[in-house]
């Protein structure tokens, strides 16, 4: 099978490194790539991901048999669809199913008529009547803007004052609407299914840490870090969110005419009364595919494959018994204002350490030299046969890098070894 691979960062450099190693794959192309996925597929300049039409001409210049859509942005705008219009299989959903990821509203409604706990919620078009909410309601309060907001359209309000200030920003900023929300307490965990139609298969658990500093201090980042599996996520739990919210969702989105394929990552909020969904995203986490494909003792290529053609309930998914986990190492600055450019050494002598990754997720080439080209630059990643042994790996890996201008955080994993 000839592959197409769409994007450019750590969490796409964990499906090439998965997808190479299958004796089923032909071409692999990474559409553009980076120095990391450039070691197992060819990389594919000078196309943006925006441009539709030229992805679709291009992968039937190609003969492609299978396109592998890594990131939100062309799922929401409706790539898949492009590509099955022109009978190229893709993984991933629609934009009608991406909604899901795409508008928070979408979701929040969605839920309200199937009786899938997620927190309560109002939707407010104009300032001073969700301000009103906000006061008669008290803090802590969630304020919410619709749309893909790279993770910046929530603010967790601790008291009124803030709330109300994070209501008028989303005004401000030329939001329509605001959704205010419930404060859920609990422990959060992610949970990955793959979804074709109303068929659900499980495809692993992980906690990610969202802040940039130890301790979970500081700004709100795309993730810090993340391992695989969550401990938190009981079997039993795990049944329970997937009975609960995973299948009633793929119902409803087939009885809405717009079945969802792909994978759904659900965010949940493990609360007294049991998990309850934060928000849906359309495509892997990342980092949390750095820690699920090490994981996956299967070919992925065939999953992906049968999960776009319609056919995920004749295939079969299995999982080593070991974890993983994974340290971003990030420029300094980052998530605020950084620089890129700087010199990365010793990546070869962390990647030869006995059970570690190094994901590529902010690099460039320079010469013969690899250099940062983001905020998120690498995810050194750990496998091992407990968490603990997982993460001295990486750490230890981490440790072999020498970035001057990078940081990570030291205590990756500490919820789950506490
Ligand atoms: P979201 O972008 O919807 O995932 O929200 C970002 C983060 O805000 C989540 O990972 C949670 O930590 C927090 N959050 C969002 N909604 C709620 C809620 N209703 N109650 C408590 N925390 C929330
Ligand atoms: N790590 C969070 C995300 O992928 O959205």
């Known amino acids: 099978m000839n592959v197409l691979l769409l994007g450019s960062g750590g969490r796409e450099h964990a499906l090439a490194w998965k997808l190479a190693q299958s004796p089923d794959i ?24 925006s441009a539709h039409q030229a992805i679709v001409a291009w992968c039937l210049a190609h003969a492609i048999d299978l396109v592998v859509v890594g990131p939100e942005a062309p799922l929401v705008a409706g790539l ?12 991933g959903p629609s934009a009608a199913a991406a909604r899901l990821e795409g508008s928070k509203l979408f979701t929040k ?5 199937n009786g899938i706990p997620t927190a309560a919620f109002a939707r407010f078009s104009d300032a001073p009547s969700a301000a009103a909410y906000v006061r008669s309601a008290g803090a802590p309060i969630v304020v919410k803007a619709d749309g893909l907001m790279a993770g910046k359209g929530v603010v967790v309000a601790l008291n009124v004052g803030e709330a109300i200030e994070a209501v008028e920003q989303v005004f401000a900023s030329g939001g329509q609407e605001v959704l205010i929300e419930e404060f859920m307490e609990g422990e959060e965990a992610s949970l990955f299914c793959l979804v074709d139609g109303e068929t659900v298969v499980a495809f692993g658990s992980a906690q990610d840490h969202k802040r940039a500093f130890d301790g979970d201090l500081g700004p709100n980042t ?17 049944e329970q969110a997937i009975r609960e919210i995973i299948i009633p969702t793929a119902r409803a989105m087939v009885a809405l005419g717009a079945p969802y394929r792909g994978i759904l990552y659900a965010g949940l909020m493990l609360t007294e009364a049991g998990p309850k969904l934060v928000e849906y995203n359309c495509r892997f986490g990342d980092p949390e595919c750095q820690v699920l494909m090490p994981r996956l003792s299967c070919d992925l290529l ?4 049968a999960t776009a053609r319609g056919r995920l309930a004749d295939t079969h998914v299995s999982w080593s018994a070991d974890a993983a986990l994974t340290v971003v190492y990030a420029s300094r600055g980052y998530p605020g204002a950084h620089q890129t450019g700087s010199e990365i050494g010793g990546l070869d002598a962390a990647d030869a350490l006995d059970g570690v990754l190094v994901f590529h997720a902010g690099t460039k080439k320079a010469g013969a030299k690899v250099v940062s080209n983001g905020g998120r630059v690498l995810n050194v990643t750990g496998v091992g046969a407990t968490l603990q042994e997982a993460r001295d790996r990486a750490y230890a890996a981490a440790a072999e890098i020498r970035w001057p201008e990078g940081f990570y955080r030291q205590d990756i994993g500490w919820r789950a070894l506490r």
Do not use: H
């Open 26 to 49: 032909g071409q692999f192309y990474a559409m553009p790539g980076n120095p990391g996925i450039a070691s197992v597929a060819e990389p594919v300049e000078g196309v943006p991901l």
């Open 80 to 91: 898949v669809d492009r590509l099955t219009e022109a009978g190229i299989a893709a993984f």
């Open 109 to 113: 409604e969605l839920c309200r008529e």
């Open 222 to 238: 795309g993730g810090m870090g993340a391992y695989s599996p969550a401990p938190i996520l009981t079997p039993a739990l795990e």
């Open 302 to 305: 065939p999953i992906l494959d």
